[in-house]
Protein backbone atom coordinates (compact mmCIF):
# COMPACT_ATOMS: atom_id res chain seq x y z
CA UNK A 1 0.00 0.00 0.00
CA UNK A 2 2.84 2.41 1.07
CA UNK A 3 5.90 2.86 -1.20
CA UNK A 4 9.17 4.66 0.09
CA UNK A 5 10.97 6.61 -3.15
CA UNK A 6 14.97 7.94 -1.75
CA UNK A 7 16.19 10.30 -4.94
CA UNK A 8 18.94 12.75 -5.11
CA UNK A 9 18.58 15.98 -6.81
CA UNK A 10 21.04 16.76 -9.41
CA UNK A 11 22.96 18.92 -7.04
CA UNK A 12 23.05 16.25 -4.43
CA UNK A 13 20.28 16.98 -2.06
CA UNK A 14 18.11 14.08 -0.90
CA UNK A 15 14.10 14.37 -1.02
CA UNK A 16 12.47 11.25 -0.56
CA UNK A 17 8.35 10.41 -2.46
CA UNK A 18 6.12 8.77 -0.03
CA UNK A 19 3.00 6.90 -2.15
CA UNK A 20 -0.10 5.30 -0.84
CA UNK A 21 -2.49 3.33 -3.32
CA UNK A 22 -4.90 0.61 -1.70
CA UNK A 23 -5.77 -0.56 -5.15
CA UNK A 24 -9.24 0.35 -4.90
CA UNK A 25 -11.20 3.24 -6.53
CA UNK A 26 -11.77 5.13 -3.63
CA UNK A 27 -7.90 5.00 -2.27
CA UNK A 28 -9.42 5.23 1.64
CA UNK A 29 -7.69 5.52 4.71
CA UNK A 30 -8.33 1.69 6.11
CA UNK A 31 -6.73 0.97 9.50
CA UNK A 32 -3.79 -1.18 8.21
CA UNK A 33 -2.85 1.91 6.03
CA UNK A 34 -3.09 4.32 8.79
CA UNK A 35 -0.62 1.90 10.42
CA UNK A 36 1.70 1.93 7.18
CA UNK A 37 1.63 6.24 6.68
CA UNK A 38 2.55 6.48 10.34
CA UNK A 39 5.23 3.36 10.26
CA UNK A 40 6.55 5.44 6.95
CA UNK A 41 6.41 9.06 8.86
CA UNK A 42 9.01 7.46 11.32
CA UNK A 43 11.28 6.38 8.88
CA UNK A 44 12.53 9.88 8.91
CA UNK A 45 13.05 10.39 12.45
CA UNK A 46 16.18 10.88 13.14
CA UNK A 47 17.33 11.69 9.86
CA UNK A 48 19.52 14.19 9.76
CA UNK A 49 20.90 14.26 5.86
CA UNK A 50 16.68 14.31 4.03
CA UNK A 51 16.38 17.74 3.14
CA UNK A 52 12.28 17.67 2.16
CA UNK A 53 9.15 14.70 1.52
CA UNK A 54 6.63 14.62 -0.87
CA UNK A 55 3.36 12.49 0.43
CA UNK A 56 0.80 11.44 -2.41
CA UNK A 57 -1.71 9.35 -3.09
CA UNK A 58 -2.63 8.05 -6.32
CA UNK A 59 -2.16 9.95 -9.74
CA UNK A 60 -6.10 10.07 -9.95
CA UNK A 61 -7.03 10.67 -6.60
CA UNK A 62 -5.34 11.75 -3.57
CA UNK A 63 -8.29 10.01 -0.68
CA UNK A 64 -11.98 9.72 -0.25
CA UNK A 65 -11.16 9.69 3.64
CA UNK A 66 -11.81 6.65 6.07
CA UNK A 67 -12.82 3.31 4.51
CA UNK A 68 -16.52 2.87 5.55
CA UNK A 69 -16.03 -0.48 5.10
CA UNK A 70 -13.03 -1.44 6.74
CA UNK A 71 -14.02 -4.36 9.29
CA UNK A 72 -11.60 -2.78 12.05
CA UNK A 73 -13.82 0.28 11.19
CA UNK A 74 -17.00 -0.79 11.58
CA UNK A 75 -16.63 -3.15 14.25
CA UNK A 76 -14.91 -0.63 16.51
CA UNK A 77 -18.17 0.12 17.90
CA UNK A 78 -18.88 -3.07 19.04
CA UNK A 79 -15.37 -3.13 21.09
CA UNK A 80 -14.58 -2.82 24.70
CA UNK A 81 -14.16 1.37 25.17
CA UNK A 82 -10.54 0.93 26.05
CA UNK A 83 -9.76 -1.10 22.74
CA UNK A 84 -11.89 0.84 20.81
CA UNK A 85 -9.82 3.95 22.06
CA UNK A 86 -6.50 1.72 20.63
CA UNK A 87 -8.03 1.91 17.80
CA UNK A 88 -9.25 5.60 17.53
CA UNK A 89 -5.53 6.75 18.15
CA UNK A 90 -4.59 5.55 15.07
CA UNK A 91 -5.82 8.41 12.95
CA UNK A 92 -4.15 11.02 15.32
CA UNK A 93 -0.88 9.11 15.63
CA UNK A 94 -0.26 9.37 12.38
CA UNK A 95 -1.08 13.03 11.09
CA UNK A 96 1.34 13.65 14.37
CA UNK A 97 4.01 11.58 13.18
CA UNK A 98 3.65 13.40 9.65
CA UNK A 99 3.39 16.94 11.37
CA UNK A 100 6.25 16.47 13.85
CA UNK A 101 8.94 15.40 11.46
CA UNK A 102 11.87 17.99 10.79
CA UNK A 103 12.61 18.23 7.06
CA UNK A 104 10.29 20.12 5.28
CA UNK A 105 6.99 18.03 4.08
CA UNK A 106 4.81 18.73 0.82
CA UNK A 107 1.05 16.92 0.03
CA UNK A 108 0.87 16.67 -3.57
CA UNK A 109 -2.83 16.04 -3.95
CA UNK A 110 -4.55 15.08 -7.41
CA UNK A 111 -8.17 14.91 -8.05
CA UNK A 112 -10.49 14.29 -4.43
CA UNK A 113 -9.09 15.09 -0.90
CA UNK A 114 -11.87 14.13 1.64
CA UNK A 115 -11.95 13.67 5.06
CA UNK A 116 -9.49 11.82 6.72
CA UNK A 117 -7.48 12.90 3.33
CA UNK A 118 -7.84 16.50 4.37
CA UNK A 119 -6.76 15.65 7.91
CA UNK A 120 -3.85 14.17 6.71
CA UNK A 121 -2.94 16.92 4.05
CA UNK A 122 -3.34 19.75 7.13
CA UNK A 123 -0.65 17.85 9.23
CA UNK A 124 2.16 18.38 6.31
CA UNK A 125 3.47 21.82 5.48
CA UNK A 126 2.55 22.66 2.09
CA UNK A 127 0.05 21.35 -0.32
CA UNK A 128 0.52 21.22 -4.05
CA UNK A 129 -2.80 20.86 -5.60
CA UNK A 130 -3.97 19.82 -9.03
CA UNK A 131 -5.68 22.23 -11.05
CA UNK A 132 -9.11 20.15 -11.11
CA UNK A 133 -8.64 18.75 -7.42
CA UNK A 134 -11.47 18.48 -4.75
CA UNK A 135 -11.51 19.13 -1.08
CA UNK A 136 -14.76 17.83 0.98
CA UNK A 137 -14.88 17.40 4.81
CA UNK A 138 -17.96 14.65 5.25
CA UNK A 139 -17.92 13.91 9.06
CA UNK A 140 -21.29 15.77 10.09
CA UNK A 141 -23.02 14.51 7.47
CA UNK A 142 -21.76 10.73 8.72
CA UNK A 143 -22.84 12.08 12.25
CA UNK A 144 -19.28 12.48 13.54
CA UNK A 145 -17.10 15.22 14.61
CA UNK A 146 -13.63 16.10 12.64
CA UNK A 147 -10.80 14.65 14.94
CA UNK A 148 -7.63 13.86 14.39
CA UNK A 149 -6.77 17.18 15.82
CA UNK A 150 -7.26 18.33 12.28
CA UNK A 151 -9.52 21.72 13.52
CA UNK A 152 -7.29 23.50 14.98
CA UNK A 153 -4.55 22.84 11.77
CA UNK A 154 -7.37 23.64 9.37
CA UNK A 155 -8.55 26.96 11.44
CA UNK A 156 -4.90 27.83 11.54
CA UNK A 157 -4.74 27.67 7.52
CA UNK A 158 -8.07 28.66 6.65
CA UNK A 159 -9.39 30.95 9.79
CA UNK A 160 -12.31 29.76 12.03
CA UNK A 161 -15.17 31.00 9.65
CA UNK A 162 -13.80 29.05 6.49
CA UNK A 163 -12.98 26.13 8.97
CA UNK A 164 -17.01 26.35 10.05
CA UNK A 165 -18.24 26.27 6.48
CA UNK A 166 -15.88 23.05 6.02
CA UNK A 167 -16.28 21.55 9.13
CA UNK A 168 -20.38 22.16 9.56
CA UNK A 169 -21.40 23.30 6.45
CA UNK A 170 -19.80 20.75 4.46
CA UNK A 171 -18.80 22.92 1.63
CA UNK A 172 -17.22 21.77 -1.38
CA UNK A 173 -13.85 23.76 -2.50
CA UNK A 174 -12.30 23.53 -5.70
CA UNK A 175 -8.28 24.53 -6.08
CA UNK A 176 -9.36 28.02 -6.76
CA UNK A 177 -11.32 28.73 -4.33
CA UNK A 178 -8.76 26.55 -2.19
CA UNK A 179 -5.98 28.96 -2.86
CA UNK A 180 -7.48 31.39 -1.93
CA UNK A 181 -8.25 30.53 1.15
CA UNK A 182 -4.89 29.46 1.88
CA UNK A 183 -5.37 25.84 1.66
CA UNK A 184 -3.67 25.43 -1.05
CA UNK A 185 -0.04 26.47 -1.54
CA UNK A 186 0.75 25.94 -5.07
CA UNK A 187 -1.41 24.93 -8.11
CA UNK A 188 0.00 22.78 -10.82
CA UNK A 189 -1.60 21.42 -13.80
CA UNK A 190 -3.69 17.95 -13.95
CA UNK A 191 -1.42 14.70 -14.28
CA UNK A 192 1.62 17.30 -13.14
CA UNK A 193 1.27 18.01 -9.86
CA UNK A 194 4.26 15.95 -8.49
CA UNK A 195 6.08 17.78 -10.88
CA UNK A 196 5.31 21.16 -9.38
CA UNK A 197 5.66 19.52 -5.85
CA UNK A 198 9.41 18.12 -7.02
CA UNK A 199 10.20 21.80 -7.95
CA UNK A 200 9.16 23.30 -4.15
CA UNK A 201 11.07 20.40 -2.65
CA UNK A 202 14.11 20.98 -4.72
CA UNK A 203 14.18 24.57 -4.19
CA UNK A 204 13.73 23.88 -0.38
CA UNK A 205 16.55 21.00 -0.56
CA UNK A 206 18.86 23.65 -1.73
CA UNK A 207 18.70 26.06 1.38
CA UNK A 208 20.96 25.48 4.22
CA UNK A 209 19.62 22.20 5.98
CA UNK A 210 20.05 23.20 8.88
CA UNK A 211 18.79 26.42 9.01
CA UNK A 212 15.38 24.97 7.20
CA UNK A 213 14.89 23.10 10.19
CA UNK A 214 15.34 25.86 12.68
CA UNK A 215 12.96 27.93 10.85
CA UNK A 216 10.30 25.45 10.23
CA UNK A 217 10.50 24.27 14.36
CA UNK A 218 10.36 28.17 15.26
CA UNK A 219 7.22 29.22 12.94
CA UNK A 220 5.33 25.79 14.13
CA UNK A 221 6.38 26.46 17.45
CA UNK A 222 5.03 30.24 16.98
CA UNK A 223 1.45 29.66 15.72
CA UNK A 224 0.52 25.85 17.12
CA UNK A 225 1.21 25.68 21.04
CA UNK A 226 -2.23 25.47 21.91
CA UNK A 227 -2.99 23.11 18.94
CA UNK A 228 -2.90 19.76 21.31
CA UNK A 229 -4.45 21.13 24.28
CA UNK A 230 -7.32 22.21 22.15
CA UNK A 231 -7.86 19.08 20.30
CA UNK A 232 -7.43 17.06 23.28
CA UNK A 233 -10.65 15.61 23.90
CA UNK A 234 -11.85 14.98 19.89
CA UNK A 235 -11.19 11.63 19.94
CA UNK A 236 -13.32 10.64 22.95
CA UNK A 237 -16.08 13.03 21.33
CA UNK A 238 -15.86 10.93 17.98
CA UNK A 239 -16.07 7.70 20.26
CA UNK A 240 -19.58 8.89 21.68
CA UNK A 241 -20.47 9.97 18.09
CA UNK A 242 -19.44 6.52 16.65
CA UNK A 243 -21.90 5.13 19.22
CA UNK A 244 -24.66 7.43 18.44
CA UNK A 245 -28.13 6.77 16.18
CA UNK A 246 -27.02 9.85 14.22
CA UNK A 247 -23.98 8.17 12.99
CA UNK A 248 -25.20 4.46 12.31
CA UNK A 249 -27.96 6.71 9.95
CA UNK A 250 -25.10 8.78 8.46
CA UNK A 251 -23.36 5.78 7.42
CA UNK A 252 -26.23 3.79 6.04
CA UNK A 253 -27.92 6.84 4.28
CA UNK A 254 -24.61 7.24 2.30
CA UNK A 255 -24.57 3.74 1.59
CA UNK A 256 -27.94 3.77 0.65
CA UNK A 257 -27.41 7.01 -1.49
CA UNK A 258 -30.11 8.91 0.18
CA UNK A 259 -30.41 12.17 2.66
CA UNK A 260 -30.34 11.41 5.81
CA UNK A 261 -32.54 12.26 9.04
CA UNK A 262 -30.41 12.65 12.11
CA UNK A 263 -32.67 12.94 15.34
CA UNK A 264 -29.89 13.88 18.03
CA UNK A 265 -29.68 10.83 19.36
Same mark, same amino acid.
Given at each position: MVTIERAETPHGHRIAIVRFDTGAKANALSQELMRQLTAAARTFEGDADTNAIILTGRADRFCLGMDLKD????????? %???? =???L???????????????????????? $???????????????????????????????????? $??? !? %????? !????? =???? !????????????????? $????????????????SVAEKIAAMP??????????????????NRAVSAMDMDQFALMQGSEDHEEGVKSFLEGRDATFTGN
Open positions: PEFRDAPNL %PLNE =RRQLQLGPRMCSAWEDLEPMTICAIEG $WCVGGGVALAASLDLRVCGRSSQFYIPEIERGLNMS $WGS !L %PRIAG !LVGPA =RAKR !LAIVAEQIDAGTAADWG $WADYIGEDGKVMETALPVAVRMIKQGIETATKPL
